[in-house]
């Protein structure tokens, strides 16, 4: 309840900021009442609004001061005194337009959001804007704390490389951590993270992708007649492109929003002949140089806009106003452009670092720009430039060109070698495939929108330079700043849909604002009347068939769904003051630092160095008292079905590739396993009853001759590989083992000859058959005092691929190793025993289906008849049995529980999870060999799931005296 209101109070910000944004847009005289509609006249607001309050959010975040809920309070009581006001100066009119936008915008946004990516795990961008929001909103601070609080110690400085999950810096003389990208776009994430929570972050995207076709449409209808406008606007919003940035945590949209906004109050200002209202737009535009480093591109193409719009040899009274307009915005621009460039290297001073060359070259050239708007040309040089470039046959030259252009990069670039690579400062390595980018713009648009796209631009420049409709004029200038760059070479990794983002905020949207002109313009130049609308209808059919062709499956499917949820559930199990080890992958480790705010370590493994001092910190907190929790991506602990927790993600993933659109979808299963550590940070509890090594790794013992981890129903394996497996076992058991058992699963079809040695001394030597089993070992000679112990695996040899012609598997494989088994305690002494799960060489188990993980815990149905058969120690006495119940049908069942072939008990199961309790008849057990069964009746879950189920159930426990 109380997050509830929290979120009530911090949503207050939007409503406020978009009445703020119409008080300011009153002020600037926008012309309200006859030329836009009230819901986008609405969607305005909430920009300006957004570029004016964001300077706020920062600088609350800045001083560690940023609190979510004082601005959403300020903003529900700015709202309240401002909003009937407004109503009545506006006297705002609904028609049905802002019926149909509305409900164009509401389903947009209820797509979006429906399909929204949960793009919590670092690794890529998407990652650091969201756990950076997070961070901001849960801390109120712009920079976070170190994962560990000495790390910036000077001799635990080593450790700081592998501490990195991706997109952030360790600043070491502030002992803090600074992310990678200005926090223009993740503050606002903040914001709505403080106004929904993680929903309300993930949603913000596609909220603003819904004002972003609102926005268009109301650009494109500046330039168009209302159908066409439409027509744009599908092609838009539709396109995979964009909707796949609509649905991640990336700045592309916000880039977007602004872009679209101040493009259509400069539109305005000029048309009406408003400086205020021209600055304001120029401020919009200029503003997303704060949020991505390649937005002083469009500030470059801004600036020369207004340089070629202040010369303009103009003779009517309105020159003046033009020009003090086109002067005043490039100046406005020029001076966001430089703050921003210091503003960056305030907040990522490393990232910064490495563009200043070129952004101080940008920002030059768009000084340069604002120095040609401001001289005073002589008339006569004026008037000669305005002539050579209204003259058609240059407009047709350059056309011509254009289409050459056209021609070059699409047959004949993306097949002349060598090819393009990437430059060895990026530190990817290989062909960038920038000589493919038409070609993948096609790929999302249509190849007839391309070519559509290619008259449009030659339609736009002859309307411009020739005709004088100045209406194309600043888009064309913000387009072709953009397009130039990033069609020789977008500068990004090769994968889609990834490499398309940099197309996304202004280059995406002008293809389709030209591809509509070149179809209007191509439909209108047929001689009869009658075709043109079949040429429409039919071009039309073809765009939108290609594009409902690439958007399938991605357009419906939800990346990374339930991400939160997998993280926070792994949070919950970690006790408040623990130290997390972290093995796991960046993508797992970023969350878990910088959202969750949990203490880790981590170091590289392939250092030793930095392994050494790892293992000395963990022994210090220990001794302190403070618990070591081990967080690794495949159980590193002795016991792992018991000690080892896991957490498991499964979602749609989308496959990458160079060829795009990319249409397939793979799930991607993600594992996550907790554990405590014992003494010396070793994955072994020196006080157990038993201890399986070998199956998989251990965190603290060395090993070799092993391949990668397998599961067969959730219990790990591994091969041995090459003659011989080693296992280096620190160890700390207060007594020597009682018995030792080899668990080989299965080995060569021909079988193999298998020796085990402890410290040089043979524990076992034998053939073994291809089946494997449970084989006791010879513990007589070994010395268990000693600290360590040496195990060795030795065993003949195969190739898969020699048995099975049709096999790629060339590995030199030994055996399958279940674990070799130490028990520490007499089997009479134990008094208990847990099975049910894993190979136990004195339990057998029928009518069970594979182990699966149930909120972290190890569980698996039974297919109506489970049963086991139990070899207790000579003389036990059973005692109590108890059956965890993990799992029943929706209508609930009856279980009946047989001991001995006799019915014990009958439960009525209407709930799980649930824990059955039974005394068991103390009666000796006939050949020590127990019989229990659980029988209940069988139900179908589902049409994809086909096997007949009982009872779910946990690990079984029985003990005896």
Known sequence: MGSLIQHSLGFGYFPGIAVLGLLLLRRAKLDTATTLPVIVLATLGFTVGLVLTWPLLFVAAWVGAFKPVLFGVAGWTLTAACLPRLYRELRPVWARTDTVLLLVAALIFAWHGLYRNESIFSGRDQGVYSNHAAHIAR????????????????ENSMLISGAQAGGYFFDATQENIYFQFPPTFAITLAQAFGGGG??????????????????????????????????????????????????????????????????????????????????????LIATCTF??????????????????????????????TCRQLARAGATIGVVLGALAFGYGFLTSPGYYHDFSGRLAAMLGIATAFTVVAWLPLPRRLRESLDALLRAPRLITALSAVLVL?????????????????????????GRDYRENSLRDLAAYLSPPAIAFMLVGLCLALRRTFVDREWNWAPFLALWAACTLLYLYNPYISTDHIWKIRRFVPVILPGMVLLATLGLQGTVAAVPRPRWRPILASLAGVAIFAWVGWSMYPLGFARLNGEAVAF?????????????????????????????EQVQTLRARPEDPVQAERLKQLINLEQSRGRTVMLLSPTPMVANPLRDARRFELVHPNLLRTTEPPPRELKLRRRTAFLSVLGPGGVGIDPHAAEVRLGANPIYGVPESGFAGQEYVDEIPFRWTTGPTARLDVPWAFPSPPQRAFLDIMATSPDGAAVKVTIDEHTAFEAAIPAEGGVLPLDLTDVDWTRSHHEISVHSSTFRPSDFAPESTDHRELGVRLGGIVFSFRPPGAQARMVFGFGRNPYVKSYGLHPIEPIHGEPARWTNGFGH?????????????????????????????????????????????????ELSLPSAPIADHVASLELRSPTFDPNSHDRRELGVMIGQLTITWH
């Not at 109301?218 to 609509?246: D, K």
């Not at 926070?568 to 910088?594: D, Y």
């Not at 009946?896 to 059955?916: K, M, V």
């Open 567 to 595: 993280i926070q559930s792994i949070k919950r199990e970690i006790p408040r003051h623990a130290l997390v080890v972290a093995t796991v992958r960046k993508p797992i480790l970023g969350p878990i630092q910088l959202v």
């Open 198 to 283: 993680f929903l309300g972050m993930f949603l913000f995207n596609p909220l603003l992708a819904a004002l972003n076709t609102l926005l268009f449409y109301e650009f494109a209808r500046r330039l168009f007649a209302s159908r066409w406008a439409w027509f744009a606007t599908a092609l838009f919003s539709l396109n995979l492109a964009q909707i796949w940035i609509a649905r991640i945590t990336l700045s592309e949209v916000i880039t977007q929003t602004w872009l679209l906004g101040g493009l259509i109050l400069l539109h305005q200002a000029f048309t009406r002949r408003q400086v205020g209202l021209g600055v304001l737009a120029h401020a």
């Open 868 to 916: 086991f058969e139990i070899e207790l120690p000579p003389n036990a006495i059973p005692r109590q049995l108890t059956v965890p119940i993990a799992g029943v049908p929706r209508d609930g069942t009856e279980l009946e529980i047989w001991w001995e072939g006799h019915r014990l008990q009958t439960f009525q199961l209407d709930h799980a999870p649930d824990q059955l």
């Open 291 to 320: 949020v991505r480093i390649d937005a002083y591109l469009v500030l470059l193409g801004l600036c020369a806009f207004d340089a070629w719009s202040a010369q303009q040899p103009r003779s009517d009274h309105s020159a003046t």
């Open 139 to 154: 801390t109120g601070d712009l920079r976070a704390a170190p994962p560990y609080a000495d790390l910036f110690v000077p």
């Open 405 to 429: 252009l056209a021609l070059y990069a699409w047959w004949i670039r993306p097949h002349i070698e060598p090819f393009a690579q990437f430059a060895e400062s990026i530190g990817w390595e």
